[in-house]
Each structure stands twice: as C-alpha cells, then as structure tokens.
C-alpha cells in the first residue's frame, strides 16, 4: 500500500522520504506524536489504513474504518506554533484543494474543521499542539476524508467521495494529492481561499456551549468565527462549536 501511495506522489514531493505507513493503527495523530519525539523532521507524515481510536474535535471519536483516508502531518514551524492558531484553516483549505482536484467537485468547510458536501459530513481536521516543558514544540495536522465509505454510525449525517462521484475512489490518489495540496499552501498565514470555502459565514448559527444564537459575520486571521448576535452584541469565537441552521438536523 505504501508503494501504491507513493505511485502518486510527484518525484519532487519532499514527503515522499517521510511517509510513515500503517496497515492499522490507533491514531494517526497519536502516532505522529510519538514519532515526532523520536526526532520525525518537519513535514513528515503518518497515514493509516484504518484506525481503532481515531480522533475528532472536542474529545469525539473519529469512526475510521478500512477504506478512507486518516492522515497526520507534523509541522515544526519556526514560530512558537501557538501563533499559528489558522492551522485547522490552512488543512481545511488544502483538504478541499486536494478533493478538488481527485475528483472535480470542491467541498466546503464548517467552521471550523469540518469538511462538508451537500449538507452532509466528507471528513474532518484536528489540530494537536505538543508542548515540552510548557513551551509549545510542534504542531500535529490531522486529517480525515470518507473515500470508499460512509461510515455506519453517522450514515445520515455523512457522505463519502464515492458517494459524491459515484464511483468508487480509494485513499492512495487522495493522500498524495493532499501531501502535495499541503505543500503548495504555505501553512504560515491564513490562507485566503478559507473565507469562500467556509459556508458558515452569513449563516444564522447557534453556540454550543451558550446557546446563544446569531449570524455570521466573518473569519478572522486567527480562524476565530465573528458572530453577530442577536442581543447586539458582537463575539469572536476562538473555540468550541456552533450549530449552522439546516446542518446536521439544526432547524
Ligand atoms: C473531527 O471531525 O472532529 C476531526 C476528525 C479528525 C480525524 C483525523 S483522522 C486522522 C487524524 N488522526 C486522528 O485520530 N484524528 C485525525
């Protein structure tokens, strides 16, 4: 499998002296910390063919049968990675690039981490700050897109890339157009194309943790969601999850 991944791989790809395959693995961002530790350089990547223990945003399971992509990169950026709080933006971008262009159709972002095609769920991102005696080392990416399958437990929430093509499209192709879509998108600044790709903006949203609910307004540099609310006020949410009407059963 890792030889078929790297088939894809353009010759000039630096990750292509760094992929780390798994058959099967708990996480692939677990992984991708403990490798990281034994010293793993900038870039290198950890992709898994299926996952026990994967994980999602705000302590969720991320259901990760054999068939889709589940993908970790470690980035040991030059700035204190806590400055790089756009990460999940900047994988979110290169993840619709990299859907784009395996398949020709271009997913759209939740804010702030889901991948989202006709109101259904494609995959997902989590970031993963690793500190060392309290300063904040390096950063772990991780990556997952349904391909083959939708998984079971949230069949009606989720879609899949063969579900979107209806033809069945397998991981390979679209980890290595992912390693490349990383590559050409410099991870240092917000990347523009995050404001299009998120369909959150405009949209009446509720807080998670409040309840409150209001419109969208915009994203910020940092990634954080500007909501106008509607007591008048104006927040800047930076973390946590709001409902978007119309996804996933919010009404
Ligand atoms: C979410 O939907 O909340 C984020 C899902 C992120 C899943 C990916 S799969 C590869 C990497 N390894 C993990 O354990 N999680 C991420």
Redesign the pocket.
């Known amino acids: 499998m890792k030889q078929l991944i790297l088939s894809y791989f353009d010759a000039s790809c630096p990750s292509r002296d760094s992929l780390h395959y798994y058959p099967a693995l708990d ?3 677990r992984k991708a910390k403990e490798l990281a530790l034994q010293g793993a350089p900038h870039g290198s990547l950890v992709i898994a063919g299926s ?1 026990s223990q ?4 705000l302590g ?1 399971e ?1 259901c ?1 049968p054999e068939g889709n992509l ?3 990169v470690i980035l040991r950026p030059e700035c204190d990675p806590t400055e790089l709080m756009h990460l999940t933006c900047w994988a979110a971008v290169a993840a619709c690039n990299a859907v784009e262009a395996v398949i020709g159709i271009r997913p759209r972002v939740k804010w702030i ?2 991948l989202v095609h006709e109101g259904k769920k494609l995959g ?3 970031t993963e700050l690793v500190f060392e005696n309290g300063i904040a080392k390096y950063a772990i990416v ?3 897109i349904n391909c083959l399958h939708i998984p079971q437990p949230v069949a009606d929430m989720a879609t899949s890339l063969s579900a979107m093509t209806g033809k069945a499209v397998s991981p390979a192709p679209v980890s290595a157009a992912l390693a490349k879509a990383m590559m050409d998108l410099d991870y240092r600044t917000m990347p523009e194309a995050y404001k299009q790709d998120c369909l959150t903006i405009g949209q009446r949203v509720k807080r998670m943790d409040t309840g409150d609910t209001g419109t969208a307004l915009d994203v910020t540099d940092q990634g954080a969601l500007v909501v106008d609310m509607d007591d008048g006020s104006r927040q800047t949410i930076a973390s946590g999850e709001v409902s978007v009407r119309g996804l996933y059963g919010y009404i």
């Open positions: 996480s692939t961002n996952q994967g994980r999602g945003r969720r991320f990760s589940y993908f970790s981490n889901d997902g991102i989590l991780g990556v997952g």
